[in-house]
């Protein structure tokens, strides 16, 4: 029943992005082609089955149904911008090329009509130095997320082992990093951080108002770490800090510092109550032989043994 649910909302669009501030694209982008149809059933002789190329047939008209599904995909995943309207416009132009040489195939438009002709030397070209615009602003975008992101993600980006809640990795993301540097031979540090009476917040204010102190917590910790420093949510209220190259010393004093930052949190309810639980934290130095799950286990553990 789940799973049918959830392949349900797959099928439900969600809102697309505006392509040059229009939000109604498709319907403009319907029109040209309305009237590319007209204009080869009106003016072009209609070739016999015998003369139809199917090869180029599927070809084109199956290059013109991808460029429209990846306009649609990229309007659904993107907000508008300049890099959408770059890519969009550029998977327009293709395809309006695409329909162009696929009516092409069913219909012969006298010699003395040139704009056929055209229309398939330019629009193509033309969509493809749009999308390569729109790639090379996008390469820049992702620069600038990346440099956000950098606390959050390190080495590849798994976006099936993200938190929904706080947008940082889950334990499976924690586990797979820390069997990189594992791999690597590198030492490093392991830090668990939690709220004490976390569960009495979500009990009497609600399961929305715990999720909203949890993203404050995570956008706290991420405020006091270390460009090289990589937090992850745990569990719950859980969140597990990894430290490449750091040694005990330095995870001790980071520990520290970390408990008192979420000690002096002080969240605010939509109702007005104001939140200001203790921090709880627990180190470790990381094993290089140790499977990264029992590291964790032991460090959560610990965790629920500090004072």
């Not at 000690?263 to 990264?292: V, Y």
Request: with cysteine; aromatic share 6%.
């Amino acid at each position: 029943m789940v799973s049918a649910r959830a392949f349900l909302k797959l099928l439900q669009p969600g809102p697309l992005a505006p392509v040059l501030g229009l939000s109604h694209i498709a319907h403009l982008l319907a029109l040209p082609m309305a009237a590319l149809l007209w204009a080869f059933a009106n003016l072009g002789e209609f070739k016999p089955l015998a003369q139809w190329r199917w090869v180029d047939i599927v070809g084109e008209g199956g290059m013109g149904v991808m460029a429209g599904v990846w306009l649609f995909q990229l309007r659904l995943s993107r907000p508008g911008g300049r890099v959408t309207d770059l890519l969009c416009l550029g998977l327009a132009a293709i395809l309006l090329g695409q329909w162009v040489d696929l009516l092409d195939e069913f219909w012969r438009l006298p010699k003395a009509i040139v704009w056929d002709n055209w229309l398939e030397s330019t629009l193509v070209p033309l969509g493809a130095l749009l999308l390569t615009l729109g790639l090379h602003h996008w390469r820049q975008e992702q620069r600038a997320l990346t440099e956000q992101l950098l606390k959050r993600e390190r080495l590849f980006r798994e976006h099936r082992s993200m938190d929904g809640i706080t947008q940082l990795g889950d334990a499976n993301y924690l586990q797979a990093q820390i069997a990189l540097e594992q791999g690597m031979r590198r030492p490093g540090a392991l830090l668990m951080l939690s709220l004490k009476g976390f569960d009495s917040v979500a009990r009497e204010l609600g399961l929305a108002e715990a999720d909203r102190l949890l993203q404050a917590v995570s956008h706290l910790l991420l405020l006091n770490l270390h460009p090289d420093d990589l937090l992850c949510r745990y569990a719950a209220d859980r969140f597990c800090v990894l430290m490449p190259g750091s040694d005990g010393q330095a995870a001790r004093l980071q520990a520290e510092h970390l408990r008192q930052a979420l000690s002096s949190l002080a969240h605010h309810s939509r109702s007005g109550q104001r939140l200001q639980l203790s921090g709880q934290s627990a180190w470790a130095e990381m094993s290089l032989s140790r499977p990264p799950e029992q590291q964790l286990l032991a460090l959560a553990h610990e965790l629920r043994q500090a004072p």
